[in-house]
């Protein structure tokens, strides 16, 4: 399992696991800074595979947010639940 974490105090941002019979190779940002690329490989079938996880920019967060008033019972944050750091 890969974990990636932020900068700042070191907190745990995301782990992402690989899929059973593939080695997680390491993962990089992509320069959209919200796209992870996750580099894997099964050294018995000798497949290589990227996979591609990507967030919501803080603009398409707060747009979706605008559409679902937050929720009152949850500091004022929306039905997504994020919190901007």
Same mark, same amino acid.
């Given at each position: 399992?890969?974990?990636?974490?932020?900068? *700042?105090?070191?907190?745990?941002? !995301?782990?992402?696991?690989?899929? @059973?019979?593939?080695?997680?190779?390491? *993962?990089?940002?992509?320069? =959209?800074?919200?796209?992870?690329?996750?580099?894997?490989?099964?050294?018995?079938?000798?497949?290589? =595979?990227?996979?591609?996880?990507? !967030? +919501?920019?803080?603009?398409?967060?707060?747009? !979706?947010?605008?559409? =679902? +008033? @937050?929720? +009152?019972?949850?500091?004022?944050?929306?039905?997504?639940?994020?919190?901007?750091?």
């Amino acid at each position: 399992m890969e974990k990636t974490r932020r900068t *700042q105090g070191w907190n745990e941002v !995301a782990s992402v696991e690989g899929r @059973p019979g593939f080695k997680n190779l390491g *993962q990089e940002f992509l320069s =959209d800074g919200n796209t992870i690329a996750g580099f894997e490989a099964n050294f018995e079938t000798q497949a290589v =595979d990227v996979r591609l996880w990507r !967030a +919501p920019s803080w603009a398409e967060i707060n747009a !979706a947010e605008a559409k =679902d +008033p @937050p929720s +009152p019972g949850y500091g004022g944050q929306g039905k997504a639940e994020s919190k901007q750091q």
